[in-house]
């Protein structure tokens, strides 16, 4: 449930903050995964509220951080001073370039996706 509060929230502040996109082409990621990322968040964490979609929904939020966290690895090993943008308008203009503290986040959110899966 946690873990779907997160991304419901993590979507809606990425919607409304208008540069985000820009944000997140900046940070690597890739321009058609862009417009889809919010929504998939707030579908993912609708999901996982109320306990549907079983394993296949934990699963899928499992991959996504996942993929957030590959990104992220990317982004550090090349030294890279873009910020993470992860909650959009709560992040923007106080984000700071990624780290150990983005990196101990995320495998708390896949923690939280395998005890969804789990359960």
Known sequence: MVLGLVLLAAGALKLREPTWPEQA???????WAVPLVPWVEIVLGALLVPGLGGA?????????????TVL??????????????CFGALTTGRA???????LARNAALVALG??????
């Open 25 to 31: 082409h900046a940070f690597g990621a890739p321009r």
């Open 114 to 119: 395998v005890l969804a899966l789990l359960a």
């Open 96 to 102: 700071r370039p990624v780290g150990p503290a983005t």
């Open 72 to 85: 992220v690895v990317v982004r550090m090993v090349q030294g890279s001073e873009a910020p993470c943008a």
């Open 56 to 68: 296949w929904t934990a699963g899928a939020a499992i991959g996504m951080v996942g993929a957030f």
